[in-house]
């Protein structure tokens, strides 16, 4: 195991509200570490949709030991229950976390790293692996070359950079690339900067999820001022799974999240946006008359704009020296992977998780936050505070904090099961809440410290509200994949051990 030492700081890769909550609980557990930010500001990801406002209220917003930070500092915290946009993250909560004295001086801006590997090792060699300290490799803004070392890796970096392309292979369509300058991947901010943009414009929104409800609902409140302004949304899904393209509604734990998908569905249905559905993007060709946009043998009207919102993908780049233990699909670690892989996970809920979901076959190196979860669409801040509170303890030996869950996540309200015989979906679905059952015993390989104490195993299943909310009866089994967490010692803020399931996502 590597020592983490001043001249082998943890090494915090990205100051988003991951990475600095990461650098709060380090601070607070008197390790060294340094935070890279490439943009020039912290948050400088969360300001490129500073327009947008978050689904989640403020007390969602905050890492606690970021809190805790902040409020030695005369910090005001925001009123919990107001919902803020991406701006306003950054402005009340981000830049004064990365301005705190245990934070500024560690926190180097401007800063991108480009790889990551073992000091005098490539990815091949095994001698001495476990014991070397990572090298991190930087490219400055100003166009200069570091070298850093350090003891331990948190990649923090997020996934806003790589979004998802337009064709619906995972490719680019053909042609896509070629009409850049008509394509705009995420959520534009049409009623502020990007206003000329779109004004009067014929526009085409492909993807689902909350991006694209963002985008769609300024898109309408432009066109309600702009005259000419025509919206086509086109999603992958039949329409037998129309439903939960809309979210969980009311069900939803966060109303505001619930709330988006109905506003679309009822602009809908009301003909203000057109809806294509079962599209999968091929082609894209530039015609007199706008871009066309062909799948297959069909074609729709000529456009003057696309909107690209089809979900983000992590940069593994940077990480290609080292040894990854991802999903191939989901391209999550391996053990976090079944937890949020939308085509297992029945319920878009996901239960918090920690150190021993996160490891890699590289020992010390941790992926978190929104690049934790790969290619799945359900991240939530939260989330990440969970990670990088268990991660940090882990870091400073604490294993039982590290393997405590200390984190209830909202519900979504949605289930995004398989589509059910005779065509009826899942949607909203849950099912009928069965029979408790029998635990199975699955412990976590250990990564970081061999001699780290196991989890005891215990009686015990889901919990009946779990239960309820977990889909398809088929899926309870996995949810009863449980571990529990000791007690001994603990401090947190549950009273009792909570199920731990290693297979499935039900919290
Ligand atoms: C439009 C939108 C709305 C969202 N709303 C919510 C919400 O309401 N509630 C919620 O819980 N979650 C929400 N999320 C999801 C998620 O919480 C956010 O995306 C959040 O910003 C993720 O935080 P992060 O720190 O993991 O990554 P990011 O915020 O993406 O931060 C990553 C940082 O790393 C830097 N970086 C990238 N590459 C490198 C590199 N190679 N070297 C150095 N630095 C690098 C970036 O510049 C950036 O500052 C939303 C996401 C989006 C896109």
């Known amino acids: ?113 480009v790889a990551v590997t073992r000091a005098g090792l490539d990815k091949l060699s095994d001698a001495g692996r476990a014991q070397a300290p990572f090298l991190l490799q930087i490219e400055r ?22 979004p998802n392309p337009l064709g619906a292979s995972g490719l680019p369509a053909v042609g896509e690339l070629a ?26 929104v492909a993807g689902s999820g909350h991006s694209a409800f963002n985008a769609l609902l300024d898109l309408v409140a432009l066109a309600r001022e702009a005259p000419g302004t025509q919206i086509t949304w086109v999603v992958r899904r039949g329409d037998e799974r129309l439903a939960q393209a809309y979210g969980g509604g009311a069900n939803d734990a966060l109303p505001a999240r619930g709330a988006l998908g109905q506003r679309i569905r009822a602009l809908v249905e009301d003909g203000t946006v057109r809806l294509v559905t079962g599209w999968r993007s091929e082609r894209v060709e530039r015609t007199p008359a706008g871009l066309v946009v062909h799948a297959g043998t069909r074609a729709l ?68 936050g929104m690049k934790s979860y790969g290619r799945a669409p359900t991240f939530l801040l939260l989330t990440g505070y969970e990670q990088v509170r268990s991660v940090a303890a882990a870091l400073a030996g604490d294993w039982v904090a590290a393997r405590r869950v200390e984190l209830e996540l909202p519900e979504t309200g949605v289930c995004s099961g398989p589509v059910a015989a005779g065509g009826a979906s899942a949607a909203g679905c849950c099912g009928p809440s069965g029979p408790e059952l029998p635990a199975r015993s699955a412990l976590v390989p250990l990564a970081l410290n061999p001699a780290a104490p196991a989890p005891v195993t215990a009686p015990g299943c889901c919990t009946p509200a779990e239960q309820a909310s977990c889909c398809e009866p088929a899926a309870k089994a996995e949810c009863c994949d449980a571990t529990l967490l000791s007690e001994a010692g603990t401090s947190g803020t549950r009273t009792t051990a909570e199920p731990i399931s290693t297979s499935c996502g039900c919290r």
């Open 301 to 368: 009207d000529p456009v003057d704009e696309i909107v690209v919102t089809t979900g983000l993908r992590p940069d593994l780049r940077l990480l290609a020296e080292l040894r990854l233990g991802l999903d191939p699909a989901v391209e999550a670690p391996s053990a976090l992977a079944p937890l949020i892989d939308p085509n297992l996970h029945s319920c878009g809920t996901v239960r918090p998780h920690g150190v021993d979901e996160l490891s890699h076959p590289e020992p010390g190196l941790y992926l978190v």
């Open 1 to 113: 195991m590597t020592i983490i030492t001043p001249s082998t700081p943890v090494a915090i890769i990205g100051a988003g509200p991951v990475g600095l909550a990461a650098a709060a609980h380090l601070a607070e557990r008197n390790l060294p570490f340094i935070v890279l930010e490439a943009g020039p500001v912290a948050g400088h990801s969360v300001l490129r949709w500073g327009h947008v406002q978050l689904f989640s209220p403020w007390r969602y917003c905050l890492d606690q030991a970021a809190r805790r930070l902040l409020e030695q500092t005369g910090w005001q915290a925001p009123d919990p229950e107001g919902y803020p946009s991406g701006r306003a993250l950054v402005e009340r909560y981000l830049a004064p976390l990365a301005a705190h004295p245990a934070i500024a001086p560690r926190l180097h801006t401007g800063q991108r790293v």
């Open 141 to 162: 803004a100003d166009g200069g070359e570091e070298l850093l070392r350090a003891g331990a890796v948190i990649d923090a970096s997020g996934t806003y950079a790589t």
């Open 179 to 204: 009409a850049a300058d008509q394509i705009f991947y995420g959520i534009p901010d049409v009623l502020g900067a990007h206003r000329e943009r779109y004004a009067g414009r014929r526009v085409l």
